[in-house]
């Protein structure tokens, strides 16, 4: 009778000081879960990394026996890229440091960092770096894709403050990349994704972020078209200091919500003013307010930034299940916006949304080809996550983002946001990359030729 993968792990593994565990032990199904709920994959091995030498062991074990390889650091990824079926998960959650050096303005991050983490640690020195907006989100799978969140306007992707990462490659070497060390790789891995190797630690530039003014604006979904053609006029002359992504959604249906609104369809502005100036908030907040109607809710207030982090963890707990679409926006015609009024404002459940991020601002300060990120042009990145705790509606909201997708798509860049796609095939991903995809085929060769990082939005060896 064969060995099982986790049984020939544990007995070529010498050294490995992780947890090894397989189908048949404890905590397996706990060990093997990822954020989206509609993701149910069954590894033949899940190995918890304490450190580089453990994850060069699981690389070299997972290389040698020819087994699929995913790597995983939050689990967020929609398409569950950081599990398999009767492959290997290397599970960086172990990987907790942060060390702050608030006299340099920098943290040092382990890779299975989730930004909460990072956030709590930071702002203890007032202190922060452009994340997601979602707190339980890994630090390792938003920085490789590129990280756009509240505070981009201002200090552009996660990529722009990234200052270096170590790496364990294919071939099990450990190697630093930054400007100086590896430029190469440096500039692949940021926007890149996971094709490269994996990153045990990320050093990041940290900004003066400590209270922010902060919260939604919510308007009756009716009026969508109407908000969201205010808030495309708005945003290109908008301070930068102010982060806005619009949305259409539901209100949550509980505190801080007045229960009148609970579970309204509606669209709006999540906010972000860096400082605790209200009055310089709501001067720069006021070209959109006064151009609409009175709003149902008008919720930004002053907040330490790893409230407004947070804000969303509690509507979107892991399990709950997940179908996401996205694509870069250049403009926003009137023909769009009466698509998005039409979808957005019939949401299939309460959880379905639609955000539009604005990528100007530092983002655009970049050339294209500074990074791997390719679309530092584009002014929006939209996104349609159809979501439910209900695994009988997984097609229902599958249905809505794909149909919601497909009917905005004409009018969009053409590519989309790595971290926000499903496994779409190859051509969507060389439409991600556009004029830099040859060269990442190049440094993919050169690092990862036998493409053993391929359970990611993959970058083919040239």
Partial sequence: MSMTSAEAARKELSGFEGQLIGPDDPGYDEARAVY?????????????????????????????????????????????????????????????????DPAARTVRVGGGCVWGEVDRATNEHGLATP????????????????????????????????????????????????ADENPDLFWAIRGGGGNFG???????RLHEVDTVVAGPTFWPAELGAEVLTAYRD????????VGAFFLFGSVPPGPPFPEEIHLRKVCGVVWCHIGEDTDAAARAMAPLLDALPAPLLHGPAPMPHPALQSAFDGVYPPG??????????????????????????????????MHLYPIDGAVHDHAAEDTAWSYRDSSWASVFAGVDSDPANAGLV??????????????????????????????????SY?????????????????????????????
């Avoid at 505070?151 to 070497?173: C, F, Q």
């Avoid at 926006?329 to 459940?349: K, N, Q, W, Y």
């Fill in 36 to 100: 989206n709920g509609m993701i149910d994959r069954r590894p033949a091995l899940v190995a918890r990394c304490t450190g580089p030498e453990d994850v060069a062991r699981v690389i070299g074990f997972a290389r040698d026996q020819g087994l699929p390889l995913a790597v995983r650091g939050g689990g967020h990824h929609g398409a569950g890229l950081g599990t398999c079926d009767d492959g290997v998960v290397l599970d960086l959650s172990p990987l907790k440091d942060v060390e702050v």
């Fill in 131 to 178: 994340s997601g907006i979602i707190s339980t989100t890994g630090v390792g799978g938003i920085t490789l894709g590129g990280g756009l969140g509240h505070l981009s306007r201002k200090y552009g992707l996660t990529i722009d403050n990234l200052l270096e990462a170590d790496l364990v490659l294919a071939s099990g070497e450990r190697v630093r990349a930054s």
């Fill in 198 to 204: 994996v990153v045990t630690s990320f050093f990041f």
């Fill in 234 to 241: 708005f945003i290109p002359d908008a301070p930068r200091e």
């Fill in 320 to 353: 709950d299940q997940w179908y996401w679409r996205a694509d870069f926006v250049d403009e926003i015609p009137d023909e769009a916006v009466g698509l998005h009024a039409r979808f957005g404002s019939e949401p299939p459940t309460w959880k379905s949304t």
């Fill in 398 to 431: 599958e249905q809505w983002s794909v149909g919601y997708s497909d009917a905005l798509h004409p009018y969009s860049a053409g590519g989309a946001y790595v971290n926000m796609m499903m496994d779409e095939g190859q051509e969507r991903v060389r439409a």
């Fill in 434 to 462: 556009r004029q830099n995809y040859d060269r990442l085929a190049r440094v993919k060769a050169d690092r990862d030729p036998h493409n053993l990082f391929r359970l990611n939005q993959n970058i083919e060896p040239a």
